[in-house]
């Protein structure tokens, strides 16, 4: 079956890097996504790669993607107090098109 | 260029009343999906809709909960003698059809806070 399983919180000092991992088990996933959720608002997308690579990087972010250990995860250079929020990995499979979320990773960036 | 648009964005209802929550598609997406977000969780499939074709509702409740998607107009998920439990925050994603790829991104509304006194 489908789950996405990350850690539910993070904290991390200004201006430094921060990881936000997830473990997803459906081997068929095709796309990787992360969504960025700050309170009272809706999922803002962040970034998502293809089952195919390794990693994607964009500006600040960058994505690693371990396919073996279906592990992925969420760099963010450079943390500012803006990028506190809720963080969610999610997948798609071949099969179908709705998305499985994990429960999100709170993180917190300390001044 | 408008994102996707569900309104209201609070709705509070009594137990057994119905509750209507609507959404709008970005410009140029024809695929629709509702998620329930029940409080500090992420998010739950539970329909897939086309216009005026439900393609998969696989994660809708069996009872009291139905979705269009009709060929003018927003979506629509309509939940029917509410309860407490179905307090949550509702999220309509939207994506292009074009091809039918499977991954396009879906992009997120701000989703309906939903309070059942």
């Known amino acids: 079956g489908e789950d996405v399983e990350q850690s539910l919180f993070l904290s991390v000092r200004e201006g430094d890097s921060s990881v936000i991992n997830c473990t997803y088990t459906?081997?068929?996933?095709?796309?990787l996504y992360w969504y960025k959720q700050e309170p009272g608002a809706g999922l803002q997308l962040l970034t998502y790669?293809?089952?195919?690579?390794d990693m994607k990087q964009d500006q600040r972010l960058t994505v690693l993607l371990n396919k073996k250990d279906k592990h992925l995860s969420l760099r963010i250079a450079d943390t500012q107090t803006g990028d506190s929020a809720i963080y969610f990995c999610?997948?798609?499979?071949?099969?179908?098109?709705?998305?499985?979320f994990g429960s999100g990773t709170q993180l917190t960036v300390l001044p | 260029n408008a994102g996707v648009m569900q309104n209201p964005r609070h709705l509070v209802r009594r137990r057994g009343q119905e509750a209507r929550l609507r959404c709008s598609p970005m410009?140029?997406?024809?695929?629709v999906y509702w998620y329930r977000q029940l409080p500090e969780e992420g998010l739950k499939f539970m329909v897939y809709?086309?216009?005026?074709?439900?393609?998969?509702e696989s994660g809708m409740p069996k009872e009291r909960f139905s979705a269009e998607f009709p060929k003018e107009g927003p979506s629509i998920l309509r939940i029917q003698q509410v309860v407490r439990g179905d307090s949550a925050a509702y999220f309509c994603?939207?994506?292009?059809?074009?091809?039918?790829?499977?991954?396009?991104?879906?992009?997120f509304g701000d989703g309906t806070r939903l309070s059942i006194l």
């Open positions: 410009k140029g997406h024809s695929h």
């Open positions: 809709l086309q216009k005026e074709n439900i393609i998969d």
């Open positions: 790669i293809f089952s195919n690579m």
């Open positions: 459906d081997s068929s996933s095709t796309y």
């Open positions: 999610a997948e798609s499979l071949l099969s179908a098109r709705q998305l499985t």
């Open positions: 994603a939207s994506s292009p059809g074009t091809g039918g790829r499977v991954g396009q991104p879906q992009h």
